[in-house]
């Protein structure tokens, strides 16, 4: 790579770091806000809330980094354009393929990360994210209760404590509905959470479950001295955790369980899932390709770029649309596939011959100036007698 291709190469890079860092930081930002809850409401720490929302940023990188190649190539272009480097090189002959290099390789390196994230950590950072869900929203005593509050919670359980000393809890009630023909109280002195193979347990002392028989007025008292209650069955989701398509890894995308209940059911949502993640590495490169066949030639500053700019946006948006439509298509029928990879491939070559186009029309603009030259001197007498 020569001494120019690197320049342009360094002005480009730091342009779609700085864009990435930015958009990333400012919508991981807004993400965060909307888990506040966690804090607030659940009762976690810090370090819980801050690994929540540092596990979507996987999924923001990857979609915010495409765009960000995109700004950074319309401002590297734009800068050398406002300070007629792009009208030097051009005038020194410059091809286009040669300016293009620089932009290719920057291009190369975002779609090999995009393709990382895509296929592998990204599934990794959804899966971990929902493990920890599940085990915030099992451990509701520990996130939820407060003391002396009566705590109730949508699949029917109900809690309440009287006071907390140290890590026991003092006065414990707890109701469960989740059948209501078979409702079980338990009341104790005094309880404990503790965890155990990854699984919580509420630990009671000094108490008894009250347990109604189906269909009767009659209930059974059972005291106890100690009591462990699995914490993880109260959950919604059952004991078992079902990941959804995006949240398992592309492997299991690629040889998916026929047995398995969920892949029945959404067959198609599986197909999608896995070909939008095997396409998603060729949009940075498209958008690149378009953002240069848009400002790629060199203009005059009497010459308006704003026009170009807009067109652009405008293509990327219809692009990413485009690719949305296709997603929902491929989860419908297996004939769609064909549009997941088309749609960004058709950007990519339509840039291309635009970027190509440029330097033949030059070429035929000077072999008729030529022709022009040629031509005129001959009838020069005559308009000259005129």
Known sequence: MTLLE????KITFSAFAACLVALTGV??????LRELDLLTGKGQTLLIFLTVTGLSLPALINVIAPVALFL??????????GD?????????GMPPQRLLRPFLALAAFVCLIVGIISIHIMPASFQEMRQ?????????????????????????????????QGDALLGIFMEDLREKDKAIVYLAERGQTVEQ??????????????????NSRDSSIVAFERYAVDLSAFNNEGGEVVYKPRERSTTQ????DKSDSLYQEQRGRFRAELHERLSSWLYPLAMMMIAFAALGEARTTRQ?????????VVAIVLLRILGFAASSAVARTSVAIVMIYGIPLLGIVVSLLLILKGPAMLSAQAKLQKALRRVLPSRSPVIQKA
């Open 197 to 214: 193979g990854g699984t919580a347990y509420l630990v009671l002392q000094k108490g008894s479950v009250q347990r109604k028989e189906p």
């Open 27 to 32: 919508i991981w930002v807004t993400q965060a």
């Open 132 to 164: 920890l869900f599940t085990k915030i929203r099992a451990d509701f005593v520990g996130s939820m209760a407060k003391e002396g509050q009566f705590i109730s919670l949508d699949n029917g359980i109900t809690f309440h404590y009287r006071e907390r």
């Open 72 to 81: 950074a190539t319309i401002y590297t272009l734009n800068k050398l354009n």
């Open 6 to 9: 690197r320049y342009i190469l």
């Open 84 to 92: 007629s480097e792009l009208i030097v090189m051009s005038a020194g």
């Open 253 to 256: 995308l690629l040889f998916p």
């Open 304 to 312: 308006g770029r704003g026009l170009a700019i807009a067109g652009a």
